[in-house]
Every structure is written in structure tokens, then in C-alpha cells.
């Protein structure tokens, strides 16, 4: 019973409206933001990095991992520890 809850903590859903609004469940936390990019870790430990025009988070709750951003969305990555220090110079 106690793994089945672990994995479903480590589950995470991303979900892009319409290039505008973009909602992940599963944030651990958020470890950099600028308009034109967020780095966020999942629970899992996964990064994910979001790219953007005029980025705005308009949620986030560490409690229930969910988290909400606007702006003009281009896309969404996963990637390794040294990804963030190259795009937040």
C-alpha cells in the first residue's frame, strides 16, 4: 500500500491551453523564473523548464504541488541539473 502511494505522488500532469495558460501537477518547487522562463522540480526530481513571452505564475501551492503560469507559452522541456544554470546567465 505504501508503494502505490509513493508512485502516485511521483505522477505529474502538464497541461498547455491554448499556448496561453500552462498548469503542472506534481511541483516539488520552483527554482528560477524570468519572463521568458521557469525551471521547476517535480516530485519525482525531475526538472522541467518552461519557455515563454511575457511568463506570469499566477499559482503555486507546495502543499498540493499544483502550479499555474500565463503568458505566451512555446513550450515545455525536461531536462538534467546543468540546463538551468545555461539558460538563467
Known amino acids: 500500500m505504501q ?4 508512485k502516485k505522488s511521483q505522477l505529474h500532469h502538464l497541461t498547455i491551453d491554448q ?3 500552462i498548469s503542472v501537477s506534481g511541483v516539488e518547487s520552483v527554482n528560477a523564473f524570468s519572463p521568458s522562463r521557469i525551471a521547476l522540480t517535480l516530485t519525482d526530481g525531475t526538472k ?3 519557455a515563454g513571452v511575457d511568463l506570469k505564475i499566477t499559482a503555486f ?3 498540493s504541488g499544483d502550479f499555474q503560469a500565463v503568458g505566451g507559452i512555446l ?3 525536461y531536462g538534467g541539473k546543468g540546463f ?3 539558460i538563467f546567465k
Open 19 to 21: 499556448r496561453k495558460t
Open 61 to 63: 501551492s507546495k502543499e
Open 75 to 77: 513550450g515545455a522541456s
Open 48 to 50: 522541467l523548464f518552461i
Open 3 to 6: 508503494e502505490q502511494n509513493v
Open 84 to 86: 538551468v544554470a545555461k
